[in-house]
């Protein structure tokens, strides 16, 4: 079966084709290739669903494909169900290739069924006709991880020279680390807010990360742990929550990763990183409104602004998932 390059636009491709576990460095975006075979083996597995189809490469030699694609929980909120992609089934797959021709790897753009269903990775989040009343509640970043924005990227030398060493093996999701606040309210995944008394507690699916921010009048303690997520105090400004937060442990990605127009952005962060952020629901009462600033002065030369939406979804429950170190390093083909 021939193997069709199409070049198309990055910007045309990028909602359904950009890796929230890694970079999608690794995969030709501005191509895409069409694969026609048989599924020989479906893995429903986290952080990434893997998909191995029995085709033909570009010179009709039998290959066996491995279709990467988007987890359990965005798949199956997109309308995927497992049995639908079982081993045996006719499928054509267009897909990103792999930038070393020599692996058969793709990044999955759709899937075909033989009945003629057409399969996506990443559904738009459905309106809800429900109002939020305040912060709380579960809510969807699918949209806004599409049209987040960032800031100028400012790095210091230390954070320039970082970048340019970074590669794919070093990113900390292959060992099972998340990504830290403020990348992590990007990623494309249901949160969920709790409001307590004297806490907020704010709950993602991705790697079942929670974090707790103090709102009893308490400081950042003087020498305390670092962590992943920080330390976090907040306070209310009238309905807007804003949350304060330190003691971040030293993190690969821990500011921002993804790459545009062949510029890097893997940007880690260290031990004086410092992170505002503020928390609001929209006008409308559909929406919840993040904005967040970030203080690195190891990788920054000017603070580093994002802003990003999440959309109200109150009939959902958060599909939490951990993470398998040997699935998690699989793109690395050790």
Known sequence: MKQLRSAIALASILTMTVSAHHSPAAFDVNTQITIQGTIARLDWTNPHVYIYVDGTDGAGRKAQWMIE??????????????????????????????????????????????NGVVLTP?????????????????????????????????????????????????????????????????????????????????????????????????QHPANGPRTNQGHSIGHWEGAVLVVDTTLFADHRLGNYTGSSGGQLRELPSGPRKHLVERYQVSDDKTKLLLSEVVEDPDYLEAPLTMNTEWDYAPGQRLIRFGCEPEQAQRYLFK
């Open 69 to 114: 694609t988007d987890p359990v929980p965005i798949l199956t909120r997109s309308g995927w169900r497992r049995e639908q992609v079982a081993a045996g089934s006719m499928v054509t797959v267009r897909a990103n290739p792999d930038r070393n021709p020599q692996r058969y790897h793709a990044l999955l753009v759709s899937l075909a069924l033989g």
């Open 122 to 218: 990443r559904a738009p989040a459905s309106a809800v006709s429900a109002r939020a009343t305040s912060i709380a509640g579960v809510w969807n970043g699918i949209r806004g991880f599409t049209e987040r924005k960032v800031g100028a990227l400012k790095p210091t030398p230390k954070g320039l020279a970082a970048m340019k060493a970074y590669t794919a093996a070093a990113n900390p999701i292959t060992n099972c680390v998340p990504y830290a606040a403020p990348f992590l309210a990007t990623l494309p995944y249901l949160n969920e807010i709790t409001v307590q008394k004297d806490r907020v507690l704010i709950r993602s699916e991705f790697l079942n990360v929670d974090r707790t921010v103090w709102m009893d009048g308490r």
